[in-house]
């Protein structure tokens, strides 16, 4: 059983930030990606940022520049920097994995922080 765990949502002014992290747990050989997605209210569920146990993130287009993506392997955690929040980035923020274990390859997903960014 794998879980993924987020923590660091919450409300903000426009302009402000917040850091969010999530850790994954329980028995896994392998990470292969771990990142974050995003869903507001009406709308799909959205990738924000992606980052590759061996590669190079990748961002939406919405949020480069403004939003940094980081990993800790040795923590099997991964974080996302958020900068010069917007209004609508406000959404439910899920941390994603896509990990090897005894069933194979599979995409596993946390419970979601609501972030919020309002005056």
């Known amino acids: 059983q794998v879980h993924l765990v987020e923590s660091g949502g919450g409300l903000v002014q426009p302009g402000g930030s917040l850091r969010l992290s999530c850790a994954a747990s329980?028995?896994?050989?392998?990470?292969?990606?771990m990142g974050w997605y995003r869903q507001a209210p009406a709308k799909e569920r959205e990738l924000v940022a992606s980052s590759p146990t061996d590669g190079n993130p990748i961002y939406a287009d919405s949020v480069k520049g403004r939003f940094s993506i980081s990993r800790d392997n040795g923590k099997n955690s991964v974080y996302l920097e958020m900068n010069s929040l917007k209004p609508e980035d406000s959404a439910v923020y899920y941390c994603h994995g896509y990990i090897l274990s005894g069933i194979g390859y599979k995409d596993y997903w946390g419970q979601g922080t609501q972030v919020s960014v309002s005056s």
């Open positions: 329980g028995n896994f050989f392998n990470i292969v990606r």
